[in-house]
């Protein structure tokens, strides 16, 4: 019990709860229904992509394409939409996933197969996904609101037990990420590929393969993101949700992911999407102006890291004493 009041995770639930607090008290409004479920709603993107970084940095990776990654499938599934709005929802959402994870796997296989840096690779196809959003909108054009179907649109919306569409997505996400980390062979594997890559190897595990599965699944869930961020906003263009990669390195940083791998939990992960998420929109309702804005969110950040790389020394020493 002691160990779980010393994890990284009660420490986010603390910092989130002080700042919820604060915030009712200063604009009441913001702890309503509403308030809370448009929170959520804000939150479940960075969320899903949040654990999509987390999946690639358990293996001593990074994804830096995942925002150019969500313009570019939600320009493909914003321009069929348009061109055949008789298409059934779930094709569309399936041709997103589609074409995120046919774009995970070009990283998968050139970090994988070809042993390529993570970083120089995905900066690279960061600027090349981008670039092909751009051909694919015919010179940059904007899919507009009025160019989708009412059912693309009100999909992520569509409310099942007072609760969202969208928000069930990033539970359902949130839980099959638990299980396949937790309760699955790869998800395990994964995480001793980050751990020590040199041991992993020698005691047989596939390498190359698991580093392909991770970016695979790391772009397929990119690319729901891409449709639901269309679809949510009413818009797609080449510069969709351009630096938004960075916001996911420092949820999961926040969240005591690793950036060595091997050290990480989703809960993690997931507390330090909503901590990001819960102070870009607490700043506004209180009045402070957009340059506060920036500097107390950096200094947010750097505190949670600050607190959560304390929590991380005691896990590894815990781990050491058990082994």
Known sequence: MRQKFKSREFYLLIIIAAIVAVTGCITPSFL???GISSLFEDSSILIILSLAQMIVMLTGGIDLSLASNIALTGMVVGKVCHSHPDSPILLLVFLAVFVGLLLGMFNGFLIGYLKL?????TLGTMNAYRGLTFIISNGGQWIKSQDLTEKFLNFPHISFLGISMIIWIAIFVGIFMY???????LGREIYSIGNNVLASEYVGLKISRNIFYAYCLSGLLAGLCGYLWVA???????ELAQGYELQTVAAVAIGGISNLGGIGTVPGAILGALLLSLIANALPSMGISPFWQLAISGAAIIIAVIINSRSNKTLVSYIVKKV
């Not at 299980?179 to 062979?185: D, E, P, V």
């Not at 949510?232 to 080449?238: G, L």
């Open 32 to 34: 309503t229904a509403s």
């Open 117 to 121: 840096p993570p970083l120089v690779v």
């Open 179 to 185: 299980i396949f980390l937790n309760k699955m062979r």
């Open 232 to 238: 949510r906003f009413a818009v797609a263009y080449t």
